[in-house]
């Protein structure tokens, strides 16, 4: 036996390391992080779904001499397995002292940066591709567009909508690639090809600029990687030792032989390769292992091998590698190589490719091999259906014995996540023989709820053996004589997703065998199937009916897919072969178009840059982020980067595992005295007050006696670190006796468990009732429900805090929170210690979109509470799953309306009864459900309204603020009304938009509530929206295409909305900064209090100090928000922040330049800056100045009264939005075609920034109505859960958009106008307006669905719930095939958690 041995060999950033011991065990990510002390790659969900702690791992392979760099996911990466490759982190690709790399670079250039926390994990994938690409790619395939736009399905970015990050790279890709052209919606016909002068992109570049600012990326320079750190000589030379590590709890053999005597000897040993299974059954199922049997070095297991037979490929074969490898097949069959293999025989390799387009994210793909999928054995595994269909064999070897045995992939699968394997045996490789002709065909399918990286609902692969028999006479099944036909000689129906293991439908595959090729047999399967498929209907994972429609729909596509191949390529007599009707033949062409087809997504931007009007003016110009130089280099620091503090402990939550119950007894003896363990930390603790709560205090810090949701704080355990930490809680004993637990909006309504003493509120103007009692003879009315599903706000940066505490009681606390302020309050409160011994400091914030406005709260409360206990630093930073399971959502929302209206389509009267799912405490729902109340007309004049809305109490996470903070929802309640009165009407829906919006037709410009308003904006945007989107045309051509497609639909939909500004309680529309000039070099420290979240607040401060000073903007700086600086700020928050901070940092400066006059007038107009505040220093005047300012016109207005008027809002951010999307009628996926965006924001303080908000909120937005669904067990929903569990904890049951989720054609225009109100340079707020835009989406999904139902005969009212998941849109739809799934005519209304 070779010498093994027991450290590893590395590289980090081009300096060598060596690593031994208990070390090699931890992940990649925590070395790094806290060894290496590289902060820059981050922690965003530690399981490989979110690619913010991407790094590049290059590694030499000796076969083909070449070094191999791969982009993978440092938090589930084992350090063990780096042994013998380099690792660069995003701190080696560039930074702001040696200067940023062109990756880099080119996403500063164009604002592909907001909060930052995704950042250098996106900046790693893309420096990845380009580096493999320099590396292995001839130079005769230059990396494309399309490429560049599918290397990211591993990373998530929740601010920025993607689009300008893809804009970044393709054009870095164009750069290097002269010939790609730069993106541009008009394609061919884009002046920059065809070289005409002038944009003529439309009507969108007529009075803008483009101010995506392609133009700098031409200023980028290539990417040259020989500045770069080379491949570790050292490691080209290295032979990759045997391991024999940490005592012998990781060895890494390197012949088969050895493998073998480690397995005989720890049979309970478990084999390792990629870790992304394991790693994360270590993380949440609390799986540990003993011994790992690294895999990835045994050359039997590690290699692809064909044959005459077939393929054999060893079990730790990467999907990357099995990707390349049917690559290289291709392209052999494509340039007619000697070495080809016919196309027909790898028919099921490709199959496998098919589904690896979705499988995963690449950073998964590049390190997770066959083997552990198979093995796992998961029920909706992607591959191991197609498995089954290419009859693998997998071979199995008894590593006691020696001896191998073949198991029929079809055999394998024994029952849920269990195989047969002995726990002696390993899965060694995989042998797929070829397919036998070109009548033997192998396809593939998969539908998640996401088509990047997300496992599936259900996975198929399918085989059907044709047969040509042209002097068959066979009678079956009382099919008559075929002849010249194609018959079924065999096939394969196997399926992931339907059973509790992998399996295939033995009955239906017996009932098609021998059958003719035919439509008739198509349609006789399916009934087979539809009785075989049959689900309960509380199966676990739910979704029953789509679940079985999949599989039915999967079938049709095979078929129709095969009937295509045979037109295509087999002939029968001579003659083409056509099995299908000319109906069927058709559908055919539309299925042709496959899954993975890809259009690469193009963007235009316009907007007015009014460009500098003096040399220090930069208010009004697209001036970059100023932390993204910081933010793509890695070197911004967010709050688990800080340094750790002399002292410091980690801590952890003891959470309720109850809904409702309690609380008999609290054991914490055993956890106190586990190791490293400093103090369990519960509410006798607390030496302030336990009640807390940012309006209401009705939530407590710790939980006393009773638990009122799952993950309530109980206590805090504060240890040495984090894992023992979390150890410890789970030896908290914790006793309850379970309590009546209400769970949803419907079961609270039933209990009239409403918010306690807080009486409905009410918006009502006229009589609605004397309007219906008339509009109800007529016909002239409508009514229904809508229900919305919560959205969970999946910042990158989970909530966290550190509390430091000091001398004579005072505490500092850092917290990821958007409001400082209200920290400070809470933290002095719990502490029992006035407010001036609290310090609340934040930097930055990696996204906050209002679930860090008052969640953080009591997150800061309790590590307060503990780091006084104990004295000492403490930080507790949530794990992605703690926080999406204790700090709440977007309100569910439920409405019951009733509308009366015109024949013409104008409403009349509109009657809503709105509830939401407040949660367990107030905390902001009362003006949540306000704000909704405020907007639930959204932009349109009714005259008679009566608005009531009720919090309903339940015992789930308190709901909490979410960027629109309620609007969203009431606007698509009005939305939903406005598309049944256009039904009723038999109108157009844009009609009645059009005939009932605000300030037109004689329309009003006046709310309900009594607010006068300017309407013009909003006019504006409406009529430009539909005359640049050329919505009248494209209506036709939608409607054209719906005729000539059945299996495929598109819809089309406009939407105006307008948002009000300014918090709805008057006393939040203050705000304070403090401007420091410094006399030795003049430069300038702004303070104020709003919170830097990526919104750009900062960079927009700066600018407007700097123009009112008239400097440049070097010269101002903003190093954080502190409470000690800048008191009682209210959150940011409220798209208003820019407006506040803007007015006060105005007022300051002015007061300075007040100041400065004398000094000016004495030194003369050519007096430096410098020399002007030398002067005043010296003569003693002050340098520095606060500002205040408060919002001006606005009301208070007490919602409880019915019939109370006055305006909330300053004014109104106006916009308007056209989409269009195309759906597989299928499967229920969406494509977003195009949208196109108008917005109103009076004149931008930055252009680029309110660009970046507005593809960003309407991204959020796209997520929470179409895929963003929360998924808790209750009674009514989902009773396939435990009742209060929440399914969606983490990236891989959550889904939140990705990079193929964008736009295809993403268009979108800020309209020149000014705020006519006196804002910070006419400016407006626009971080929340846009989001409900998003709903054109929601809407053209509607539109979609309608068409397909007209087509079949069904013209009557159908409600689509939010978000229109690939689940509901399915389920809508009325086709023949579901109809086989869902006789009933009425459906299924599938099940939403509200
Ligand atoms: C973010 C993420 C996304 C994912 N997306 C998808 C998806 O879209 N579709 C899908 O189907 N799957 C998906 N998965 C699951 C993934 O495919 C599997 O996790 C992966 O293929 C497992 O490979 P691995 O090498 O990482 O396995 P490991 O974690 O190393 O091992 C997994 C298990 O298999 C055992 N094992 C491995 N090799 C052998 C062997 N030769 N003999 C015996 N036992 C063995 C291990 O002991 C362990 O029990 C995803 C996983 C993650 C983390
Ligand atoms: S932190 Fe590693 S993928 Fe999310
Ligand atoms: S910039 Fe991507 S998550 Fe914030």
């Known amino acids: 036996m070779a010498v093994e041995s027991t450290s590893i060999l590395f590289y980090v950033n081009g300096q060598r390391r060596q690593a031994d011991g208990n070390a090699c065990l931890q992940t990649l990510l925590s070395y790094l992080r806290y060894t290496e002390k590289l902060t820059g790659a981050k922690l965003g969900c530690g399981e490989g779904g979110c690619g913010a702690c991407t790094v590049l791992f290059s590694t030499f392979d000796n076969a083909t001499r070449r070094v191999c760099h791969r982009a993978v996911n440092a938090c589930l990466f084992p350090l063990a397995a780096v042994d013998g490759g380099a690792v660069t982190t995003i701190e080696a690709v560039g930074d702001r002292r040696g200067g940023l790399a062109p990756v880099q670079q080119a996403l500063v250039n164009m604002h592909g940066s907001q909060c ?17 690409n320099a590396a292995n790619r001839p130079e005769s395939q230059p990396l494309s567009e399309q490429d560049v736009e599918t290397n990211f399905d591993g990373n998530l970015c929740r601010c920025t909508g993607y689009r300008p990050i893809l804009d970044a790279f393709k054009g870095l890709v164009n750069h290097n690639n002269d010939a790609c052209q730069p993106s541009c919606v008009l394609g061919e016909a884009c002046c920059k090809v065809s070289g005409n002068s002038g944009c003529s992109n439309g009507e969108l570049q007529e009075n803008g600029v ?105 079990s730790s074969v990467t999907w990357t590698q099995l990707n390349e490898f049917v690559s290289n097949l291709n392209s052999l069959a494509k340039a007619n190589s000697p070495k080809r293999i016919e196309e027909h025989k790898y028919g099921s390799l490709r199959a496998i490719q098919s589904q690896l387009r979705w499988f995963a994210g690449k950073q998964i793909r590049n390190v997770a091999a ?19 269909a290419a009859k693998a064999d997998f071979m199995i070897l008894d590593c006691r014995t020696g001896d191998e045995r073949s198991v029929a992939a079809k055999e394998f699968f024994l029952s849920y996540r269990r195989v047969d394997l002995k726990p002696e045996e390993v899965l060694l490789n995989v042998r797929i023989p070829w397919n ?48 010249d036909a194609y018959f079924i000689s065999d096939i394969i129906l196997a399926y992931g997703g339907i059973a509790p293991k992998t399996v295939s439908l033995g009955d239906a595959e017996s009932f098609a065998r021998g059958l003719p090729f035919s439509e008739k047999s198509l349609h006789s399967l399916l009934g087979k199937l539809a009785v075989e498929t049959l689900l309960p209907k509380d199966v676990p994972g739910g979704m029953p009916e789509f679940r079985q429609s999949l599989a039915l729909g999967f079938v049709f596509k095979a078929f129709l897919q095969a009937a295509s191949h045979l037109k ?23 299925i042709q178009i496959p899954r993975e087809e890809y259009r690469v997504s193009r963007g235009v931007q316009v907007c007015t840059d009014r460009g500098p009007q003096t040399a220090m003016d930069s208010t009004g110009t697209s001036v970059k982020h100023l932390s993204s130089l910081l933010q793509v280099s890695g070197e911004a620091k967010y709050l688990d980067d800080m340094k750790p503090i002399d002292g410091e402990l980690q801590a952890a939550f003891v959470m309720s595992s109850e809904s409702h119950a309690r609380i008999i007894a609290v054991e914490t003896e055993e956890a106190s005295q586990m190791p490293g363990v400093c103090r369990v930390v519960t509410a006798k603790d607390v030496r302030g007050v336990n009640s807390i709560g940012p309006l209401v205090q009705d939530e407590l810090c710790f939980a006393e006696d009773v638990v009122t949701t799952v993950g309530q704080v109980i206590g805090i355990v504060v240890a040495k670190t984090t894992e023992q930490a979390l150890k410890a809680v789970r030896a908290v004993k914790i006793t309850y006796e379970k309590l009546p637990a209400i769970l949803t909006i419907e079961e609270a309504i039933q209990a009239k468990s409403f918010a306690k ?27 229904g429900s809508v229900r919305i599903g919560a959205q969970e706000h999946w910042y990158l940066e989970p909530h966290g805090t550190i509390a430091i505490p000091d001398e004579n009681g005072e505490m500092v606390i850092l917290a990821s929170t958007q409001a400082a302020a209200m920290t400070q309050d809470v933290v002095a409160k719990v502490l029992g210690v006035p407010m001036h011994k609290v310090t609340c400091k934040v930097k930055r914030i990696g996204g906050g979109f209002g679930g860090k406005e008052t969640r953080s709260l009591f997150i800061s409360a309790a590590v307060a509470v503990a780091a006084q206990a104990v004295q000492r630093p403490v930080r507790l930073i949530l794990d992605r799953d703690t926080d999406m399971l204790i700090t709440g959502t977007r309100h569910a929302f439920l409405a019951h309306y009733k509308a009366a209206f015109k024949a013409n389509g104008r409403i009349t009267a509109l009657q809503l009864e709105i509830f939401h799912n407040m949660g367990n405490s107030t905390d902001l729902s009362i003006p949540v459900m306000e704000r909704a109340l405020y907007h639930a007309n959204n932009c349109y004049d009714i005259p008679q309204v009566r608005f009531v809305g009720k919090a309903c109490f339940t015992h789930t996470a308190s709901s909490t603020a979410f960027r629109g903070f309620g609007a969203p929802q009431s606007m698509m309640i009005a939305e939903n009304v406005v598309e049944h009165v256009a039904w009723v009407c038999k109108m157009p829906v844009v009609r009645v938009r059009d005939t009932n919006i605000f300030g037109k037709n004689g329309n009003s410009s006046t709310t309900p509530f009594g607010m006068k308003f300017n309407s013009d904006p909003l006019l504006l945007c409406w009529d430009a929206a539909l005359v640049e989107s050329r919505f009248k045309e494209r209506r036709k051509m939608v409607d054209a295409f719906n005729e000539s497609h059945q299996l495929r639909k598109r819809g089309i939909s406009a939407l105006p909305t307008m948002f009000g500004i300014s918090f709805s309680f008057r006393a939040l529309n203050q705000a304070g900064a403090l401007v420091h000039i410094y006399h030795g070099d003049g430069s300038v420290l702004i303070s104020h209090g709003g919170v830097e979240m990526g919104q750009g607040l900062h960079t927009k ?174 009674t009514g929903a989902h009773a396939w859960l435990r009742p209060g569990q929440t399914l969606t904890l983490g990236p891989s049951t959550y889904k939140i958009p990705g990079f193929s989720d964008t736009p295809e054609d993403f268009r979108v225009k800020v309209l020149e106008t000014r705020n006519e109100k006196d804002t910070i340079h006419s400016s407006k707020g626009i971080g929340e307006p846009p989001l409900f835009l998003a709903a054109s989406v929601f809407f053209a999904i509607r539109d979609a669905i309608r068409s397909s139902r007209l087509q079949y005969g069904r013209d009557e009212w159908f409600q689509l719930d939010s978000p229109a998941s690939v689940e509901r849109i399915r389920l809508a739809f009325c086709d023949d095939l579901l109809r086989r799934v869902v006789p009933d005519e009425e459906g299924v209304r599938p099940k939403l958690t509200l």
Request: net charge negative; hydrophobic share 40%; with cysteine.
């Open 116 to 132: 930052g926390f995704c950042t250098p994990g996106i900046v790693m994938s893309m420096y990845a591709l380009l580096r493999d």
């Open 210 to 314: 483009d101010i995506g600012d392609r133009q700098q990326i031409n200023g980028v320079e290539d990417q040259n990687f020989d500045k770069e750190f080379i491949f570790p000589p050292e490691l080209i030379r290295y032979d990759h030792p045997a391991l024999k590590l940490a005592h012998g709890r990781w060895f890494r053999p390197k012949t088969l032989e050895r493998f073998k005597e480690i397995k005989a000897a720890y049979t309970a040993a478990r084999v390792i390769v990629g870790n992304t299974e394991l790693g994360i059954e270590a993380k949440f199922k609390g799986l540990e292992v003993e011994t790992f049997l690294c895999a990835t070095h045994v050359p039997e297991m590690n290699s692809i091998v064909t044959s005459a037979d077939g393929v054999n490929i060893g």
């Open 370 to 388: 066959i083997g552990g999928n198979i093995v796992t054995a998961s029920p909706i595994s992607d591959v191991n259906p197609v498995w089954i």
């Open 436 to 483: 036998q002709d070109p009548c033997d065909l192998t396809f593939a399918f998969k539908t998640a709820r996401r088509k990047d990286d997300d496992i599936a609902i259900v996975s198929a692969g399918i085989r059907i053996f044709l047969e040509s028999k042209s002097d068959r006479d066979t009678q079956k099944d009382n099919y008559s004589t075929h002849r």
């Open 568 to 590: 295509e390529h087999c002939a029968m007599n001579g003659t083409r072969y056509v099995p299908f009707s000319d109906k069927e033949t058709n559908l055919m062409k539309e």
């Open 757 to 783: 003493g807080v009486p409905e509120r009410i918006i009502q103007k006229g009589n609605v009732s004397e309007v219906f009692a008339v509009a109800e003879r007529d016909g002239h009315t409508v009514n």
């Open 1101 to 1274: 401060m700066c600018q407007v100090a700097a123009t009112e000073l008239q400097l440049p903007l070097e010269m101002i700086f903003i190093s954080e928000t502190a409470t000690d600086k800048v008191p009682n700020a209210s959150p940011t928050a409220a798209s208003y922040s820019s407006d506040l901070y803007g007015m006060a940092v105005r007022n300051a400066c002015q007061e300075l330049n007040r100041n400065l006059a004398p000094c000016k007038a004495a030194l003369g107009d050519t007096a430096s800056w410098l020399n002007v505040v030398s002067h005043a220093w010296l003569n003693r005047i002050s340098l520095f100045a606060t500002g205040f300012y408060k919002t001006p016109e606005i009301d208070d207005l007490d919602l409880a009264k019915p019939g109370s008027t006055g305006s909330p809002f300053f004014y109104y951010t106006n916009g308007a939005a056209v989409s269009e999307v195309e759906i597989d009628v299928l499967t229920g996926e969406s494509k977003n075609l195009r949208t196109d965006i108008v917005m109103d924001v009076g004149r931008p303080l930055n252009p680029a920034l309110d660009v970046g908000q507005i593809e960003g909120a309407f991204v959020q937005g796209l997520g929470w109505c179409t895929m963003e669904e929360v998924v808790k067990g209750s």
